[in-house]
């Protein structure tokens, strides 16, 4: 690892912050959300939706091509399959 740490404390790491974290920023940024009306909350989930999917295309895609590329593309198409269909239940 970058960082002098091993992968498990890393990986240790990593789950304490964001489970500390986001409870933290949800208590601390619902008061602002109960104000907002649905179409601005419309288009701030919409942000949210495409710095999501950037993320995918422009960091984890390359991370999964490195590996064994039938089951990482794969996985890729059946997330999104699975988004899909999700979207179509509701």
């Known amino acids: 690892m970058e960082g002098g740490l091993s992968e498990k404390k890393s990986i240790l790491y990593a789950f ?6 986001t ?12 104000n907002f009306t649905s179409s601005v909350m419309g288009l701030l989930l919409g942000f949210v939706t495409g710095v999501l999917i950037y993320i995918s295309a422009a960091h984890l895609l390359p991370e999964a091509s490195e590996h064994e590329k039938d089951h990482s593309y794969m996985s890729f198409l059946t997330g999104v399959a699975f988004s899909i269909l999700l979207y179509f239940v509701k």
């Not at 304490?16 to 974290?21: E, G, N």
């Open 16 to 21: 304490l912050v964001a489970s500390l974290t």
């Open 23 to 34: 409870p933290l920023g949800a208590f601390l940024i619902y008061p602002l959300l109960r």
